[in-house]
């Protein structure tokens, strides 16, 4: 994803070829959607990210550390379809 975000659409953008990423700006947003998916389901796997309270300190780490990622997936989502996406595509 970060790969086709560098080599493909940040250069059409940067060169003023926003308005003509539509197609990659869709396959972007198809991930970003797979990967909510993803993120959904480890939520309800983990109940909410709720340690047990049996939980070893690498265990308790672990469910931290997905939930950081569950949080800083979402805002790089937010900030690339709601705001980097519709300004790129508005040229």
Request: proline share 4%; glycine share 8%.
């Amino acid at each position: 994803h970060m790969q086709k975000e560098e080599q493909i659409l940040f250069p059409m953008i940067k060169c003023g070829e926003g308005d003509m990423a539509d197609g990659p700006i869709s396959v972007m947003e198809h991930e970003h959607e797979n990967a909510g998916n993803a993120l959904r389901r480890i939520r309800e796997l983990t109940n909410g990210y709720q340690v047990p309270e049996e939980a070893c300190n690498t265990w308790r780490a672990l469910w931290h550390g997905l939930h950081a990622l569950e949080l800083s997936l979402h805002q790089h989502i937010h900030l690339e379809n709601n705001i980097l996406f519709p300004r790129a595509l508005a040229g």
